[in-house]
């Protein structure tokens, strides 16, 4: 008699989480204590940016992951906002650009200097003005250089040029109600909401219509979420009739009926999904829970299972996701979380035992890279496109052009068309007309744009730039004057 194994096979089984030591915490962060079923936190390779408590107005942290410890009270903050932060989003394309959305009804865009900030940064690179509520939702287009989506209070989707400053497509119509969550597919062609009125909506924003609606998807009437996977299908966390939270899987193509639905427990925080597209795992962390619950998605019944759950004490205020690209591969590190506490942001580091020390390919398919597989201007044209791949085996390292790129104040890349530096002097391809223009503010690159007198910041701003130019001249006079000595000696050694 033979027995079937009743055991599924899955190399992701035995993942496991654990939090890092006490002094590679972040300590004494005011966390945020607005009401918004938001993450509170944005990570990538560089920084880790946290929404916290400021007295007249909005304000978040940016450290570099190096700077654990505690956080004395007067490190600078992002405060150019005049009401609360609501939400984060790091630039997907740079890390060292971060959007924000506040209840001032505004949305900026920052350039943290590479070593983080030295002084509080008060002026974003680009303001942009379009909504009549507060923005609570932001999130960067995954494959075209600076398009990135807003949504607000009044229920209107805003997707912007960044490089431009110009607003590209006025979504209004499509929501009666708040929106609580937007997500991008993988290649950005378009992006499914979730919204109050208990619908999920797959929307193409290039023709600004609705493809595919499922009403009622989760019947409760407490927040849910709704992610894009990477085969197409949608992720989404909700509530039933009886309160009892749960999660669900849809194909686009027919939403008649979940995939899969799975209930969870009865308790009251909105779950807040994250999703690795490499792996196909799912991490389900409620808001006050103290616990992370992971799923795996197959292709074959029940699509979704679960893993295992990894639990603490302390109950999670918010979180962040590292991309891929920022984990450690030598220690088959698959997922890094950054739990916000009330008064610190903890790391904890998702990890899949192997005895072996070589790089594991199985875990590590080539991954979403930083750079950018379109202009915006070619995806308002119509071009879609996936995200441009890097292969984690030597630990990604960005083209030394990245690195050397020194007038850091704009967002326009050293891959831009240079007509796009100048101020557009042709017209991308039409976008859809938008009712009125919103006022929008762009400092113009270093050295064009028609000349004005200086104002006492951007005159600092010069003058930080010649600096780091003439010590750039420096550097490279010091090299070259060693390979001349050195040039030297070999030609006096042959003689």
Not at 310 to 335: H, Y
Request: hydrophobic fraction near 35%; charged fraction near 25%.
């Amino acid at each position: 008699m033979s027995f079937r194994k009743v055991v599924r096979q899955s190399k992701f089984r035995h993942v496991f989480g654990q939090p890092v030591k006490t002094e590679q915490c972040y300590d004494d962060i005011r966390v945020s204590r607005v009401t918004w079923d938001s993450t509170f936190c944005a990570v990538n390779p560089s920084f880790v940016a946290i929404i916290v408590e400021a007295s007249g107005g909005g304000a978040f942290l940016v450290l570099p992951l190096h700077k654990t410890g505690r956080i004395d009270k007067s490190y600078p903050t992002v405060c150019g906002h005049t009401g609360p932060v609501l939400d984060i989003d790091w630039c997907p394309h740079n890390d060292h650009v971060i959007a924000s959305g506040s209840e001032d009804c505004t949305v900026m865009v920052w350039q943290i200097p590479e070593n983080g900030l030295s002084q509080p940064l008060t002026e974003p690179v680009v303001v942009l003005e379009g909504h009549s509520k507060r923005v609570g939702i932001i999130a960067w287009h995954p494959t075209a250089r600076n398009v990135l989506l807003s949504a607000g209070c009044d229920n209107v989707v805003l997707i912007w040029n960044v490089g431009t400053a110009e607003e590209l497509y006025r979504l209004e119509g499509l929501h009666p109600d708040l929106i609580y969550s937007v997500s991008w597919s993988r290649d950005g062609a378009r992006f499914c909401t979730a919204c109050k009125d208990k619908s999920v909506r797959v929307i193409d924003p290039r023709r600004g219509t609705v493809v595919a609606e499922k009403e009622r998807a989760h019947e409760g009437a407490r927040p849910m979420r709704a992610i894009f996977l990477a085969d197409g299908k949608i992720f989404t966390t909700g509530f039933s009739r009886m309160s009892e939270r749960q999660l669900a899987l849809w194909d686009t193509e027919n939403l008649e009926e979940p995939m899969g639905l799975q209930e969870l427990d009865s308790s009251n925080g909105a779950l807040l999904p994250f999703y690795d597209p490499d792996t196909n795992v799912v991490y389900v962390c409620g808001k006050g829970d103290s616990s992370i619950r992971y799923f795996e998605i197959t292709e074959e019944p029940p699509y979704i299972h679960f893993l295992n759950t990894f639990t603490s004490k302390e109950p999670q205020r918010g979180m962040g996701w590292m991309p891929k690209r920022g984990l450690d591969v030598s220690k088959c590190e698959i997922a890094r979380f950054y739990k916000l506490h009330e008064r610190k942001c903890e790391p904890i580091i998702m990890t899949v035992p192997r005895k072996s020390d070589l790089f594991q390919d199985d875990l590590y398919p080539d991954t979403a890279g930083p750079e950018a597989a379109m202009e915006a201007e070619e995806w308002v044209a119509g071009r879609t496109a996936g995200p441009v791949l890097v292969s984690l085996r030597q630990a990604y390292v960005p083209s030394k052009q990245r690195d050397l790129k020194v007038n850091r104040r704009t967002l326009l890349h050293e891959n831009r068309p240079p007509a796009a530096a100048a101020g557009p002097t042709t017209p991308p391809p039409t976008p859809p007309a938008v009712p009125a223009p919103a006022r929008l503010s762009a400092p113009p690159a270093l050295g064009t744009g028609p000349s004005a007198p200086m104002g006492g910041g951007r005159l600092e701003e010069v003058l930080q730039e010649v600096a780091a130019l003439r010590a750039l001249v420096a550097e490279q006079g010091q090299r070259i004057a060693r390979l001349e000595e050195q040039l030297s000696r070999l030609e006096n050694g042959h003689v």
